[in-house]
């Protein structure tokens, strides 16, 4: 059974930093891309970035933000500085496996002073 769980989210001033972590289980970690979404209130769940043979980001997050994973731990992160009031939003582990989607059940994170 495929899980992934979230962790790492929380209060931050703008201009702060925080790092997500999401690990996984139930499928092989290093032969799958794995990607971290984020739903800010009243918006529609957008991609912030993946990493599998290569690194994509939106381009909301370029230079801010990095996606890493460690395969012996089977868990990616997400790195994120520079935060910005509009970064508030709740942040979601995704990954595609043998043609399924699954989603973590996120981690909320708040950037205000």
């Known amino acids: 059974q495929v899980q992934l769980v979230e962790s790492g989210g929380g209060l931050v001033q703008p201009g702060g930093s925080l790092r997500l972590s999401c690990t996984a289980s139930g499928f092989t970690f290093s032969g799958n891309a794995m990607t971290w979404y984020r739903q800010a209130p009243g918006k529609e769940r957008e991609l912030v970035a993946t990493i599998g043979g290569s690194t994509n980001y939106a381009d909301s997050v370029k230079g801010r933000f990095t996606i890493s994973r460690d395969n012996g731990k089977n868990t990616v992160y997400l790195q994120m500085n520079s935060l910005k009031p509009e970064d508030t939003a709740v942040y979601y582990c995704?990954?595609?496996?043998?043609?399924?989607?699954?989603w973590g059940k996120g981690t909320l994170v708040t950037v205000s002073s």
């Open positions: 995704y990954v595609r496996y043998l043609l399924v989607s699954y």
